[in-house]
C-alpha cells in the first residue's frame, strides 16, 4: 500500500527530495504521477494528524501543564459540537466543567470561552438568573484575561529581545526594571499562575544578564520549596525550566561539582524527544567538563548525539556539539582510537568557520581550539594565522567591560607568540594576567562568550602541549 510506504519511507531517516519520492512510489516522474503523489501525501497527513488525538500527555518527563490544558480544549471542543447539534442541556454541563477546571488551573483564555458560550446558551433559553451570574463571571475572567495578556506582552518582549543580537540585549537591561515593575503590578491585580510565572521568568533573566547566577540559585531553589509547600500550582509550574536555570547558573557562578550532581539528579525529568532534553544535556556536558569529569563528558555527549532525535536539531545546534566534540577529544587521555579522533579533529579544525553569527557565543571556543589543534601538531603557520584571527576577534569584537575575561584570556594566548613558545617564559609572564584571570567575575549572559572548559584549564592545557617542543615550519615530523 502507497501510504504504507510513503510513511516508511519518511521514518527511515534519510533525507529525500519530492522528485525521489515520486520515482520510488511510482517508478517514473510524469506529470500524472506528481498530481497522484499530492493527494497521497495529503491523506497520510490527514491521517497522522487525526492520531494526534490519540497521544499519551500523562508522561510527567513532558510539560506537566499539557494535559491539563487539553482536557479543557477537548471539553470545549465537545461542546462546540454539541452546540452546533442543538444539544443544550448537555453543552451546559461540558462547558461548565470546562470552566471550573479552567479556573481551578488558571487556564484563563478557555474560562473566557466558557464562559462566553454559556451566556449565549443562557440568554438563547431565557434563563434570566444564570445569564446575570455567567455574565458577571464572565467580566471578571475577562478582566484577569486583559491583565494576564498585558504580562504576556511584556514576557514576549524580554524572550525576543534575549533571542536577538547582543545590541538588542544590552538594550533590554535599562528597561527590566520597568517591566518587572508592571508584572508586579499586574500579578497584585490578577492573582493568577500566568502572571506570577511571567514575573518569576522575567525575574530570571534580569539576573541572566548583569550575570548575577548567584540570586538565580536562589530564586528557583525559592521557587522549588514554594512548589513543595503547595504555593505553586503543581499542574501548571514547569520544574524542568526551574531545574534547567539552577543547572545553568551553578554552571556560570563556579560551582561544576554542585551543579553536575544536580543535573545527574535533574536528568530522568526531560524527555528525549523534547528540545529542551537536548538544551539540558549541553550544560550537563559543561557542567562535567568546568568540574573536570571528562569521562562524564564523553558519556553525556555520546548519549546526546547517539539520540535518535539528534538529527531534527538546527545546524546550528548540531555544530556546536560538534564543537563540544573536538574539546572533549581534546582533553580526554589518549586511546586506541586516538589516532581516528585525530583524524576527525583534524577535519573539524580544517573545515568549520572560525566564526558567524550562528555560532554567537561560540566564536572564541572555534578559534582556541584550533590554536590548540595546531599547538599540539606543532604546526608554526597553522597556529600564527589563528592567532593572528583570534588577534583581529579581539580587536572588533571583544572591547566590551563585559568581556574582561575573554580579552584576559586571548593575551595568555597571544602572549604564548610573543615568548616564542617557550612554555617556561611564558608561563613566568603570565603570572599577573593569570590573576587577574582567576579574580575577573563571568559576565552576564547578554555578552558573554562560553566557556567549554574554564580559561584558566585551557592555560594549562596550552603550556602543557608547548612541553612536546615548539611549533615547528610545517607541522612536527
Keep these: 500500500m502507497k501510504e504504507n510506504r510513503l510513511v516508511a519511507t519518511l521514518v527511515d531517516g534519510s533525507e529525500h527530495t519530492r522528485t525521489e519520492l515520486v520515482k ?4 517514473h516522474v510524469t506529470i500524472e504521477n506528481e498530481a497522484s503523489f499530492r493527494k497521497l501525501h495529503s491523506r497520510v497527513m490527514s491521517k497522522l494528524l487525526n492520531n494526534l488525538y490519540f497521544l499519551d500527555h500523562s508522561d510527567t ?49 478557555y474560562a473566557v470561552q466558557s464562559a462566553r458560550l454559556l451566556r449565549t446558551l443562557y440568554a438563547q433559553q431565557r434563563q434570566l438568573k444564570h445569564y446575570r451570574a455567567i455574565s458577571k463571571t464572565l467580566v471578571q475572567v475577562q478582566q484577569v484575561r486583559g491583565w494576564e495578556e498585558e504580562a504576556e506582552d511584556i514576557y514576549g518582549d524580554v524572550r525576543l529581545a534575549m533571542a536577538s543580537t547582543v545590541k538588542a540585549r544590552r538594550g533590554l537591561l535599562p528597561r527590566m526594571p520597568a517591566y518587572l515593575a508592571q508584572l508586579e503590578l499586574l500579578h497584585r491585580q490578577a492573582k493568577t499562575f500566568n502572571t506570577g510565572n511571567y514575573l518569576y521568568q522575567v525575574s530570571l533573566v534580569e539576573q ?25 500550582n503543581p499542574r501548571r509550574f514547569d520544574v524542568r525550566f526551574n531545574h534547567f536555570m539552577s543547572v545553568y547558573a551553578h554552571l556560570l557562578s563556579r ?31 559543561l557542567l562535567a567538563l568546568h568540574a573536570g569529569d571528562y569521562v562524564q563528558a564523553r558519556q553525556v555527549l555520546q548519549t546526546a548525539t547517539g539520540s535518535a532525535n539528534f538529527g531534527k536539531q538546527r545546524e546550528a545546534a548540531q555544530q556546536r556539539w ?30 568549520i568557520p572560525e566564526y558567524s553569527r550562528d555560532k554567537r557565543g561560540h566564536n572564541v571556543a572555534i578559534l582556541v581550539m584550533q590554536v590548540l589543534y595546531f599547538l599540539r601538531m606543532r604546526d608554526l603557520e597553522a597556529v600564527l594565522v589563528r592567532a593572528d584571527r583570534l588577534r583581529k576577534y579581539q580587536q572588533r569584537h571583544l572591547r566590551e567591560a563585559a568581556n574582561l575575561r575573554t580579552r584576559l584570556f586571548l593575551r595568555l594566548l597571544l602572549l604564548i607568540v610573543e615568548q616564542d613558545f617557550d612554555p617556561e617564559r611564558s608561563a613566568r609572564h603570565a603570572t599577573a594576567l593569570l590573576k587577574q584571570l582567576e579574580e575577573a567575575a563571568p559576565p552576564g549572559e547578554a555578552f558573554a562568550e ?14 602543557h602541549e608547548l612541553q612536546a617542543g615548539p611549533p615547528l615550519p610545517g607541522g612536527a615530523a
Design 24 to 27: 520510488g512510489l511510482y517508478s
Design 61 to 109: 518527563r513532558h510539560l506537566v501543564s499539557r494535559r491539563y490544558e487539553l482536557e479543557c480544549l477537548d471539553l470545549l471542543h465537545k461542546a462546540s459540537i454539541l452546540y452546533a447539534e442543538g444539544e443544550y442541556p448537555l453543552t451546559i454541563r461540558l462547558l461548565l466543567k470546562c470552566l471550573r477546571a479552567a479556573q481551578a488551573d488558571d487556564f484563563t483564555a
Design 208 to 232: 541572566e544578564l548583569t550575570g548575577n547566577y548567584r540570586e538565580i540559585i536562589k530564586i528557583t531553589a525559592a521557587a522549588a520549596r514554594q512548589l513543595k509547600a503547595g504555593k505553586l
Design 255 to 285: 560551582q561544576a561539582e554542585k551543579g553536575l550532581r544536580l543535573a545527574a539528579a535533574y536528568d530522568k525529568d526531560f524527555h528525549p524527544s523534547s528540545g529542551n532534553w537536548f538544551y539540558f544535556q549541553e550544560h550537563y556536558l
Design 322 to 351: 560538534e564543537l563540544f566534540r573536538a574539546y572533549v577529544d581534546f582533553v580526554l587521555p589518549p586511546t586506541r582510537a586516538a589516532s581516528v579522533r585525530r583524524r576527525q579533529m583534524a577535519r573539524w579544525a580544517l573545515t
Design 450 to 463: 562560553v566557556e567549554i572548559i574554564p580559561y584558566e584549564t585551557l592555560w594549562q592545557l596550552a603550556l
